[in-house]
């Protein structure tokens, strides 16, 4: 059984920072992809940022130069740095993981698809 879960959301003020974080636990022997995703209300969930195990990264326009996404692959952790945040950051973010290699007993085994319970993000102008 893999879960996913984020911490690090809140308020915060236009042009302030806030620092997500999210755990896989389980038994994990590795992750291929881990990364971010929001949904703001009445609109579809998007991508903010992807880091793979070797630390090769991707980013959404919107966010580029602005934030960072980071991993700690011993302790299955992948971080997401916002700084100066604006109104339109305002959303629901989730933790993604995917090509999950992990311990069903003593066989091992890979899933995808991985997604934490969201951690509520809101910028005020």
């Known amino acids: 059984q893999v879960q996913l879960v984020e911490s690090g959301g809140g308020l915060v003020q236009a042009g302030g920072s806030l620092r997500l974080s999210c755990v896989a636990s389980?038994?994990?022997?590795?992750?291929?992809?881990m990364g971010w995703y929001r949904q703001a209300p009445g609109k579809q969930r998007e991508l903010v940022a992807t880091?793979?195990?070797?630390?090769?990264?991707n980013y959404a326009n919107s966010v580029k130069g602005r934030f960072t996404i980071s991993r700690n692959n011993a302790k299955n952790t992948v971080y997401l740095q916002m700084n100066s945040l604006r109104p339109e950051d305002t959303a629901v973010y989730y933790c993604?993981?995917?090509?999950?290699?992990?311990?069903?007993?003593?066989?091992?085994?890979?899933?995808?698809?991985?997604w934490g319970q969201g951690t509520q993000v809101t910028v005020s102008s």
């Open positions: 993604n993981a995917e090509g999950v290699s992990y311990y069903s007993g003593i066989d091992l085994r890979v899933g995808y698809g991985y």
């Open positions: 389980g038994s994990i022997a590795s992750i291929s992809a």
């Open positions: 880091i793979t195990s070797g630390g090769n990264t």
